[in-house]
């Protein structure tokens, strides 16, 4: 038996082409098996994680025995200037399947016969799945940093907006008064939670699935232990079937992207809507705003619009996703490929959609007298409900009691408050000369200093709370 660490003079695996296979086909594949079978387009940005885990697995290789100290050497030190390059633009070639071909390649001119030795006991199978997890740890971290800014962003307009007032809305109809931080805050939460999910994608992806090989697990004694530790994950993977086919790291990801998407549209829907004419509460400044072509007066909030539209993109990332996993046979197939377009997708998109919410959140001005203004008497209805409840009445009583009172002044064409005291009084014996003091806007705020409520003392308690959220 050849000894391993002899450095063979000359290298078979060095072709023109060089594919990473070939040898037991007789002829070149057909030009159209490599336009459908390319996936450099896409996985091209994987390289500094294929890099790094290559320098990983060449040093795990010399711990086994299996690579001499000085052909690790010359592996990693030629992987180093194949980063420089590849850093300094380097493109591929035409026989680049795909940025593992187009790597070693690369090494093959940079370390010479010993970069024949590096794939030895591994395969793309389980060097993908490990470099796609490598990305999506890094796209985690950076999603978590775009989230903190446009959490920053609400929660700098929302502490300036506790002392306004707007109407909360249910159905899309005036619902109660509410302070206006209160309503910001209220998209706050939501991002706290793909943050949090974010943490969980983290930690389900940071699983090594390198030294599963092709699908059976590596032929050579490598310590998997010490590989993770030099590669940063927290755990191996249990089986090597599973961890060559396993792609629910992707679905998990892109699951938070369509998440975190679904939340950008639904902040972007409150600012279109308040911000219309009809509504006027909120003004899009000058830096995030668009004309229209034909009408002049035209301010469009086009940065809401298209993160109202991303959800929709992002969204079918995550059924594309699904639907690839979904029926696969264990281990690879190469439908798998498809994993990386979906999840790319889905975070270039959010890396692009989130700082420019944050942006133009940041612009945002409010106007708090037609926030104000749009609160009438009627909302306040609930109040005065509950004001008959303090004073003995049973909630269903008082329900329908403001019912008959709404109804009176709806047809009197007056808002409730607008009712007079002797009319309220009529109502219920229990309704005394303080009846109207449940019906100001204030008092309605007041008594809402439940944890979690719209009342100031528990405002300022959630502010502060949003403030501990972003410093973890
Ligand atoms: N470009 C492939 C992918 O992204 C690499 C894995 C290829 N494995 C294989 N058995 N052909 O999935």
Redesign the pocket.
Known sequence: MANPHDSSPVDPAADTTHKL?GGRFASGPHPLLDAV?R??G??FRLWPHDVRLSKAWARALGRAGVLSASDVDAIVEGLSRVADRLAAGATPIDTD?????MIDRLLHEEAGAPASRLHTGR???D???TA?RLWTIAACEQLNLALVDLQSALLQQAEALQDAVLPAYTHLQRAQPVSGAHWLLAHFWPLHRDRQRLVSATRGTSVMPLGSG?IAGSAFPIDRHALREDLGFEHISYNSIDATGDRDFVAETVFVCAMTAAHCSRLAEDMIVYGSSEFGFVKFGDQFSTGSSMMPQKRNPDVFELARGSGARVLGDLVSMLATIKGLPSG?S?D??D??RAMFNAVDLLLLVLPAMAGAVAELRFDTKRMREAVTGGMMATDLADYLVRKGATFREAHGVVGRLVREAEQAGVELNELSLQQVRNAHPLLGEDAMEALGVDASMAVRNVAGGTGKEAVATQLKQAHASLRS
């Open positions: 296979w079978n996936s450099i896409t996985d399947e795909d940025i593992h071909t395969s793309r199978n060097q993908v799945a796609t092709a690879y190469k798998l490929q994993d990386k």
